[in-house]
């Protein structure tokens, strides 16, 4: 095992109808070996999907606002005893959903293939994403996985930032003064569904995180924006509501003023800083790092 060091792009998977398209990974390792008797603790692990409305971005990237604060959230979690996976997926332009979901369970079965490569323990793997990835993350802990208990996902927690949770509801939940609207033609979820939703509702349910929802889900942290112009906080809400009366674990941080990214009206990092150490937090209870 090599240690403290990021490994970039590692195929974990092809795609595509003629399976030839390679989907990219990074890694990044813990620095410390932590030493049992004869063996070596297992790490946790997380699996990471980026934002971008599923038509932009790439792997180990939080957005232009994130980094534009200076945050490392990738390393804050290796240095937290976390092995750390940023994962790439097709883009709607590429091909329409569950192609995208597809993608994201080939990464984390990535890392349980790979786990005893990398010093994993399997059952303490989870997900995490922003936006269009909390979108993603939030399905695969949710959407039931072939081969396990047919009521699990294939995470053992999950954590989202401002997720899109229920396309078929969000268009009406938009803040009088979004920039964008589920329900514009065009938009980003119409892309990623290649239909309108208000024509499709079965489209947009079929990729909605909330109607996955059941008693097998696992914990979730959802943290979303009062002010985000792009998901509605509503989303997050609506997700937390449904996986309470499921019987789940789940907590719902919202914070007051914050936009999409985290962007505030006094352009400060205040709002990613609690963003991202709330994360840190709920993934090393999860791990029983506390």
Request: charged share 20%; glycine share 12%.
């Amino acid at each position: 095992m090599t240690e403290g060091r990021v490994v970039k792009a590692i195929e974990f998977a092809r795609a595509g109808d003629d399976g030839e398209r390679p989907l990219l990974l990074d890694l990044y390792l813990p620095e410390s070996r932590q030493v049992i008797g004869q063996g070596r603790k297992l790490h946790p692990a997380v699996v990471h999907f980026h934002g971008g409305g599923w038509r932009v971005g790439e792997r180990s990237s939080l957005g232009p606002v994130c980094y534009g604060f200076g945050l490392t959230p990738f390393e804050v979690l290796s240095e937290a005893g976390f092995v750390v996976v940023s994962a790439d997926y097709r883009l709607s332009g590429e091909a329409r959903f569950p192609a995208q979901l597809h993608d994201a369970l080939a990464a984390v079965q990535w890392m349980r293939d790979h786990a005893g490569e990398y010093g994993v323990d399997p059952a303490r793997i989870y997900a995490w994403g922003d936006s269009a990835g909390g979108h993603l993350a939030s399905l695969v802990g949710l959407v039931p996985v072939d081969g396990q208990d047919s009521e699990a996902g294939s995470v053992a927690a999950v954590a989202a930032w401002y997720p899109p949770t229920d396309l078929v509801h969000m268009g009406e939940q938009a803040l009088p003064n979004a920039v964008a609207r589920s329900s514009d033609p065009g938009s980003r979820e119409e892309l990623l569904v290649g239909a309108v939703l208000a024509d499709n509702p079965d489209k947009a349910a079929a990729a909605s995180p909330i109607g996955y929802v059941g008693p097998a889900a696992p914990p979730f942290l959802l943290i979303h924006g009062t002010a985000d112009r792009f998901v509605p906080a509503a989303q997050s809400e609506s997700l937390a509501s449904e996986l309470a009366k499921a019987g789940a674990d789940v907590e719902l941080l919202l914070i007051d003023g914050a936009d999409h990214m985290w962007s505030t009206p006094d352009g400060g990092s205040a709002a990613a800083e609690k963003a991202l150490a709330a994360t840190v937090s709920f993934f090393r209870k999860q791990a029983a790092l506390a």
